[in-house]
């Protein structure tokens, strides 16, 4: 029976192809579905073999592990040498997208007093 082994929705192109050569290096038997024409499914990786189950799920855990590690050493060094982005720099980087969000916050603050200050007497 098929198994599900890795979802790829929102999974980037680096991880999957990581993965399915984590899989073909240690001979774990997979196939991949492709995503649906429209957006149902975003396919994944699925075992073959059940009896190959325990070792392909011990491999997953460990490279996510490993990623997670690799991820979080990227995110500190970019902290560090001031590559991180921020708030501030977002704001700098994108004003009309700032001003937008704003100007949609008050808009539906606004909406959400209105009754209260209408039907206030």
């Not at 060094?77 to 001003?99: F, K, M, Y």
């Not at 949609?104 to 007497?121: E, H």
């Amino acid at each position: 029976m098929a198994k599900l082994l890795l979802n790829l929705r929102n999974v980037p192109d680096d991880e999957a192809d990581d993965v399915r050569d984590l899989f073909v290096t240690h001979a774990i038997d997979v196939y991949e579905t492709k995503p649906s024409m429209w957006g149902v499914s975003a396919g994944g990786i699925w075992l073959a073999d059940a009896k190959q189950l325990d070792e392909a799920v011990r491999l997953l855990a460990q490279y996510q592990v490993e990623r997670a590690a690799r991820a979080r050493a990227e995110r500190e060094a970019a902290v560090r040498e001031g590559r991180a982005p921020s708030t501030w720099s977002n704001l700098r980087d994108n004003p009309r997208q700032a001003v937008v969000a704003l100007v949609g916050i008050a808009l539906m603050l606004a909406i959400v007093t209105l009754p209260f200050l209408l039907f206030r007497y």
